[in-house]
């Protein structure tokens, strides 16, 4: 039996001890000191009753609901049996407070109610009446019953407040790594947009230089240059993008977000490939977000860079037009538009994704009769009352959004 039991905690064993010290010391104490013809002698049965309720306290913390059903009915029947008062009934008080403490509340409240029914019923079948001592006994359980209950509330609370603390530590650490994955995703997509777009026109003049190097040197020579510009500005990005990857405590990029007012550049670029670029800009020019704008020239240097990589083009056309809600940048170009079945590729996948982040769409695909058309639509939030958006729905035909040129 005694190998089934596990072993007191030292707690548990001292809080026994002294119980039981205090319990067996006030009886002898009480009968010693102010004996009662009437009571009855505690040996045996009050000596087992004390020791009912004393020794069962140490395996509380093991089996508290056991513990107590016994440690109290053993003091609950120790007084109506009329042995010397003592002090056996602290062993209620304590396994009436653990239980309701260490959340055993409904089990902790039915054993101290039943132990005051209990008690007073036997006074009121043999004596025909109540004690007043009945009267402290309903006091002394309530206050042990309440004092478990505020200090378990507190402990709950306290618990709670740590486990939103650690929640809390979590979340920020979690939307610090959303941010930073959010941010490489960025710098790669522009590392992208400006290496492909870049690469493309010094591929592109690289091949002009080598074919005209003999037949015509002068215009190698531009083609050379141009190389030699592009690839400095391109080195110029690159090092701005990179720039925000870099220690906390280094200087940050000192280079501005490309945005529209850099499309010129990059429609001058594209010229000395040997496309014929038209910028065309309808309405007024208003100040954009940092991320529209942005988006609206990453939308345009992708597009041409396909046009120059891709499309056989003699030709393209840039729209930027400002609405009342929104901004549609269009990149349509006299090219062959798409040969075969679309292949999925980063440019248009990295557009929408652009577009998306500021709650825009971009479509892209052949248009009918030939060429290519790229088409995105940035929201610069709601319009007001009675200001429609003064940007026409695509009146321009099938978009083939799900066709891209870019492998």
Not at 163 to 187: D, I, M, N, W
Request: aromatic letters at 6%; one cysteine or more.
């Amino acid at each position: 039996m005694a190998a089934l039991l596990p072993r007191p905690t030292r707690t548990d064993a001292w809080l026994a001890l002294v119980l039981l010290v205090l319990s067996a010391g006030s009886t002898l104490l009480v009968e010693w000191l102010d004996p009662v013809p009437t009571d009855r002698e505690l040996w045996p049965w009050g000596w087992a009753l004390v020791l009912g309720a004393c020794l069962p306290l140490l395996w509380r913390t093991a089996f508290p609901r056991v513990v107590g059903l016994v440690s109290i009915v053993s003091a609950t029947v120790y007084y109506p049996l009329g042995f010397p008062d003592g002090m056996v009934m602290l062993c209620t008080a304590v396994m009436l407070y653990t239980l309701v403490r260490w959340g055993h509340r409904v089990f902790g409240w039915t054993l101290g109610v039943g132990q005051f029914a209990a008690v007073n019923a036997y006074e009121l079948l043999v004596s025909g009446g109540f004690r007043f001592e009945a009267v402290g006994m309903v006091a002394w359980v309530m206050l042990l019953l309440c004092t478990g209950e505020v200090v378990r509330w507190r402990q709950e609370y306290l618990r709670a407040d740590r486990e939103r603390a650690l929640e809390a530590g979590r979340t920020k650490e979690e939307e610090v790594l959303r941010r930073a994955s959010e941010e490489r995703v960025r710098l790669a997509r522009d590392v992208h947009d400006t290496v492909a777009h870049n690469i493309s026109l010094i591929n592109v003049q690289a091949g002009t230089a080598l074919y005209l190097i003999e037949t015509e040197p002068g215009r190698a020579a531009e083609a050379l240059a141009t190389i030699k510009q592009t690839s400095k500005d391109t080195l110029t990005e690159l090092r701005g993008m990179l720039g925000v990857l870099r220690a906390v405590d280094e200087a940050a990029p000192r280079s501005p977000v490309p945005g529209l007012d850099r499309v010129g550049e990059l429609a001058e670029g594209t010229r000395t490939a040997g496309l014929d670029v038209e910028v065309e800009v309808v309405g007024a020019p208003s100040h954009l977000p940092v991320s529209t704008d942005s988006a609206a020239y990453r939308t345009v240097q992708e597009a041409l860079t396909n046009t120059v990589r891709h499309s056989g083009a003699t030709a393209v056309r840039v729209r930027i037009e400002h609405g009342a809600s929104a901004l549609v940048v269009e990149v349509t170009d006299d090219g062959r538009g798409t040969v075969g079945p679309p292949v999925p590729g980063n440019g248009i996948t990295g557009m929408r994704e652009r577009a998306a982040l500021v709650g825009g769409t971009v479509d892209a695909g052949p248009l009918e009769g030939g060429g290519f058309r790229v088409r995105a639509r940035l929201p610069l939030g709601p319009a007001g009352p009675g200001q429609p958006d003064s940007i026409p729905p695509d009146v321009h035909g099938p978009s083939g959004a799900d066709e891209t040129r870019t492998p």
